[in-house]
């Protein structure tokens, strides 16, 4: 059974930093596409930032600069680091991942999802 399971959320100030993970089991994701959306509170889920399967890094622009996707093949897990946080990026936020080799900006295309945790930055 595939399994994400996420850590890493909380509340943090202005200008501050956290880390998010996204540890995966029941198969093998390191060739997958995968992707880091959020969703703040009467707002679309959207795309933070994703990953081919061939590794190469996309970032939308609220997130170029500031956050960085990484993983570790031998960990399957992925993470988010995100720094300069701003009240603006307070949303919950899921890992997720789709069977082919790239990414995509719909929520739709992915097939496996975390649970979510939430990331609430204050003023």
């Known amino acids: 059974q595939v399994q994400l399971v996420e850590f890493g959320g909380g509340l943090v100030q202005a200008g501050g930093s956290l880390r998010l993970s996204c540890a995966a089991s029941?198969?093998?994701?390191?060739?997958?596409?995968m992707g880091w959306f959020r969703e703040a509170p009467g707002k679309e889920r959207e795309l933070v930032g994703a990953?081919?399967?061939?590794?190469?890094?996309y970032y939308t622009d609220s997130a170029k600069g500031r956050f960085t996707i990484s993983r570790d093949n031998a960990k399957n897990t992925v993470y988010l680091q995100m720094n300069s946080l701003k009240p603006e990026d307070t949303a919950v936020y899921y890992c997720?991942?789709?069977?082919?080799?790239?990414?995509?900006?719909?929520?739709?295309?992915?097939?496996?999802w975390g649970q979510g945790t939430q990331v609430t930055v204050s003023s």
């Open positions: 997720a991942f789709r069977p082919v080799a790239f990414y995509s900006h719909r929520y739709q295309d992915y097939d496996y």
């Open positions: 990953f081919t399967g061939g590794g190469y890094a």
């Open positions: 029941g198969r093998t994701f390191s060739r997958f596409a």
